[in-house]
């Protein structure tokens, strides 16, 4: 973005880690914001902090103007009601709404008879492990996708506004329909978290000597198994059509592995059922090789160069510069610790053309590659 | 390991990936290794490498010596009959196995009534996206694992042969009863992989707008799913007892997850399904504590700083440097690319009394900082 326009006058309700974040990015984009959160507390905090003036009720300043755009960052299980308050509260202003599921809201809004000419609904895909008002960040949007996902009913003028205050705050804007936004999401955010969940769950109750076999694999697996009960619970429950239809598939395809693995335990020679596994391995590459590189490009193979680190500090440093040096640009870099071991092995990915002349370069400045 | 013995005299059957390293790994610290493979090709193959010598039937070097321990390294599917026909051929010799499972080979040799008390089953946990002799590397067992997995009938001087040659070849010793170690790699490995070409599928049908909503929660669940099938329906067949009770275990709680859903779904304030959620998604949490953090240690809760990497070549380097000036050791390393940004969001992964000064020297080095 070369020449962002200044930003429409925004009306951040609820100053949690999302509202607060924008509320940054906009002011500091020349925007005026004001802020309102029903912890007079967080109002206060996320002002102090720089996200815009206050118009609690308990005190703060009104502001002078109506708000052009309305945004209501509160916790998903209140969004609808709090858009619905909204397009009551400022008949003027279009709103729109930050929660991970869309179709919920826009029933609720339906339901209430809303005027949906001025809603349009929008995801950003920005997060954090913490939350509140004081983990906000400007650049919480900078190169993230953020969703629209209008209706019919939507006018092209609010769609037009919700796009320029994404823009502002430094995000890609990508337009879905609500439905597909919630089932894109469903598959790809809402049942690998609660899968990864399942799969650590399997941990809780193992032996030690057992969870010590732990590798990368599973590492990476249950990484995301550390998120917050509360939040996924409301998200979950949000979307729960959409997340139980992709569920089901998936658990219609574990009970075939599963009948699969029951005919192997009774017969090692089980018709059938090597190639029941087979598939499900391979769909699995399948998938595996839709899910895009970085900026969005298609998906990418990149080559990877493999470098054992001494487990001292500066290592990684003179790899990296090394790295610099030689002039080879790092699409992804992954680093490996094992069971008791001494070192790192670290993983850097890049494009295939790129990985004779590292590898020479480093294998130069004296590293050992392993593989 | 400061004064490592000399390891005694080892005969490698199967030089694909594992025998070639290992024979190359014993080789260099002075130990005598012979090689066979049922193509006489891979097994010149490990020997040009360094490996070992060739004792191939058909050609090359007998050795002078009868070995003491004999490595069955062969695909999964032929392990059992491999180490029963070593039993015989070899009858003063141990013999050891390398196969990711362990129950399934003993059942067969007792079957054969093979002579168990030579005979200690063990895996090493070490691995790569590559196979064949040609992939072999000295260093692959370096800070590994290597589970022994004895029996009652095992002789302790077969179980310290093989803990000698592990221990030689770079690796850290791990005992397990057989059906443990088979439990145990069904919970921290076997299961992961599947539910992850599972989480993968779902992604195989899924438009282009969907897919391109992933982000590196769906990455970091998936990366495993790019496993090679054919190995991996050995493996799971292999298993199948001890990986169909974990699945069975994680269906149960998938289907109590899919009922709540199904309930919300019908009643938006459905008793009792929330609470489904949440536990599930609870559990996971206390599941992925378990996991222990790299050098074999009790799980370390590191302090992560995230820095923003301008996407040119060597800026990487200038922070792996800057952070090697600061003087600090990097635990963890990720680099994060959402869709359509124009840099990475690197997360450093330090000990929690590191963070601030990391930070610090960061910023005062023209780093920007993003929580």
Known sequence: ????????????????????SLG??????????????????????ARDLGAGETTSPLGGTQA?????????????????????????????????DVASVKVAVIDVLR?????????????PMAGRERSGAVAGRHDLFHGRAWVLTPTSETSPAAVELVRTVATSAGAAIVTLDPADHDAAVASVSHVPQLVASLVAARLEHLADSSVALAGQGLRDVTRI??????????????????????????????????????????????PGARGTLARAIAAGNAGHARIPGKHGAA??????????????PGQLGRLFADVGEIGTNIEEFHLDHGLGQ??????????????????????????????
């Open 1 to 20: 973005m070369s020449e962002a326009p200044v930003p429409p006058r925004v009306h951040v309700v609820g100053t949690g880690l999302i509202g607060t």
């Open 24 to 45: 940054l990015a906009l002011t500091r984009a020349g925007g005026s914001v004001t802020l309102e959160d029903i912890s007079t507390t967080n109002a206060a905090l």
């Open 64 to 96: 002078a103007e109506q708000p052009e755009l309305v945004v209501v960052a509160t916790p998903p299980d209140s969004t609808a009601a709090c858009v619905a308050s909204a397009l009551e509260r400022f008949p003027d202003a279009v709103v729109t």
């Open 111 to 123: 339901e209430r008879g809303a005027d949906l000419t001025r809603f349009c609904g929008s995801h």
């Open 225 to 270: 198994a550390a998120s917050d009960p509360h939040l996924w619970t409301q998200i979950l429950s949000g979307n729960a059509h959409a997340v139980r239809d992709v569920l089901a598939s998936l658990a219609s395809d574990l009970d075939g592995v599963i009948r699969a693995l029951d005919a192997l335990g009774s017969d090692a020679d089980a």
């Open 299 to 312: 998906p990418t193979a990149y080559t990877t160069v493999r470098v054992l680190i001494p487990d001292e």
């Open 342 to 371: 001494a070192f790192g092995l670290a993983e850097v990915d890049v494009v295939p053309g790129a990985a004779a002349s590292l590898s020479e370069g480093l294998e130069q400045r004296g590293w050992r590659l392993h593989g």
